[in-house]
């Protein structure tokens, strides 16, 4: 039907997530949550226009705008098997949803066009890629079991022993199991099907400054399974160690407005360079000119130190033992994930880029991701940034002392951990 359209689509697909989740919360030593949530959610995706110029032009950042909001997502039956007619309808009035809003997006593309500014980027809106096929079985129920009474109980120990101490005013710990099924085809031949497990630990305790301020730790511990989360004895070991320093932080003094020198850890270093670095290389947003671009036409000059490479590897697992969370097979765009050398030796040399082009960077390498009720748009993997100067943390301490001496500061910082952050690029 749509094909007989005054702008029959090019391209659709079809994205499908089966999620599975489960949640279980200890709050001071006893359980306030057990949840389960099953819910199958579809997004389909049609571009109209060409592939030069599309009604995805004008929306590049793969959020809707204000004034013209995209469908919502649809939640499929639970049981797909049953109902099959009821289901073909469902999907069918989503899809000529979606084929309006790409009519009135594209409209809104082309009356926009006419205002752009010289340098705008020359890129076509969707590249070509090799439509892949690729299919795991749906996991066993006895690879997914979660024994609810061990997990229950384990939870209630870790938050009544932060709760023993009198100076913490909270505390919980969290279980979230989460399994995804995601199903992906197209107009081009694509057909995949990729099981995703992400298991989240989350332990958190707040005390209370003498000033009222509250003063919240968190220790999180992500696994693909419950076999590889850390052992009984590293956690409670852990969480002794938080609640000593929540009985520190009550009492420690109000930092003033300070400017120094200041030291991060590799954990804190991380998020900096996730939030300050990361976002910015995120090629598809670069189209746009209401992004700030401040890396556009920075490749091949020196960004970084030289001592300093920063890659993304949605292809690891795993990183000197340690389970990242960025893991996965197939984008979603249904392109296969690639390790990207962002950062060699202080150089720019590439982008996360998605099937947007991006003038010089006409590739997509696998970065194309979106929550649920998004389209995809350039989005980060596993970022790893690594260095060739090696320092002990002793080592770093004393060059930290120097700085401040240097600066004739009295001390300076350092940030051992942070739990997030936000940037606006």
Request: hydrophobic fraction near 35%; charged fraction near 25%; charge should be neutral.
């Amino acid at each position: 039907t749509l094909q007989k359209g005054e702008y029959p689509p090019y391209y659709m697909n079809y994205r499908v997530v089966d999620n599975h989740t489960r949640t279980i919360r200890s709050a001071m030593g006893a359980i306030n949550t057990v949840e389960e949530e099953k819910q199958i959610i579809f997004l389909p995706q049609i571009r109209i226009g060409t592939p030069e110029f599309d009604n995805f032009h004008a929306t590049q950042n793969g959020t809707p705008t204000s004034r013209f909001v995209a469908p919502p997502t649809i939640l499929l039956p639970k049981d797909l098997q049953s109902g099959l007619d009821a289901l073909k309808e469902i999907m069918k009035e989503e899809v000529n949803n979606r084929y309006k809003y790409a009519l009135i997006s594209l409209d809104r593309a082309k009356a926009s066009e006419g205002v752009q500014v010289e340098n705008v980027d020359k890129s076509p809106d969707f590249t070509k890629v090799k439509a892949e096929k690729y299919f795991e079985p749906a996991l066993k129920d006895d690879k997914v079991a979660l024994d609810t009474k061990l997990w229950q109980a384990k939870l209630n120990k870790y938050s009544a022993m932060l709760a023993q101490n009198k100076d913490i005013i909270g505390a919980n710990s969290t279980l979230t199991y989460r399994i995804w099924r995601k199903y992906f085809v197209s107009t081009e031949g694509a057909e995949i099907a990729e099981n995703r497990i992400y298991i989240l630990l989350s332990i958190r305790g707040i005390t209370m400054a003498e000033d009222g301020m509250e003063l919240p730790l968190h220790n999180s511990y992500f696994a693909y399974s419950l076999d590889e989360l850390p052992s009984e004895e590293l956690i409670i070991k852990e969480l002794k160690e938080m609640s000593a320093k929540l009985s520190e932080l009550k009492v420690a003094p109000l930092v003033q407005p300070y400017t120094g020198p200041a030291l991060l850890s590799g954990s804190a270093s991380g998020v900096f360079f996730h939030e300050i670095f990361g976002h910015r290389i995120e090629g598809q947003k670069m189209k746009s000119d209401r992004d700030g671009q401040t890396f556009k036409n920075m490749v091949g000059e020196g960004v970084l130190p030289t001592s300093i490479s920063v890659f993304m590897d949605p292809t690891m697992k795993k990183y000197h033992g340690n389970a990242l969370n960025g893991y996965y097979i197939f984008d979603d765009q249904g392109v296969r994930g690639e390790r990207v050398e962002i950062v060699k030796n202080g150089i720019l040399k590439d982008f996360l880029m998605t099937r947007t082009g991006l003038d010089g960077f006409p590739k997509s390498n696998g970065h194309a991701r979106a929550e649920f009720e998004l389209d995809p748009t350039s989005r980060q993997s596993n970022l790893i940034v690594e260095t060739n100067a090696y320092k002990t943390d002793a080592e770093l301490r004393k060059l930290l002392i120097e700085e401040a001496k240097k600066q004739d500061k009295e001390y300076g910082f350092f940030f051992k951990s942070v739990t997030g952050g936000f940037t606006q690029n």
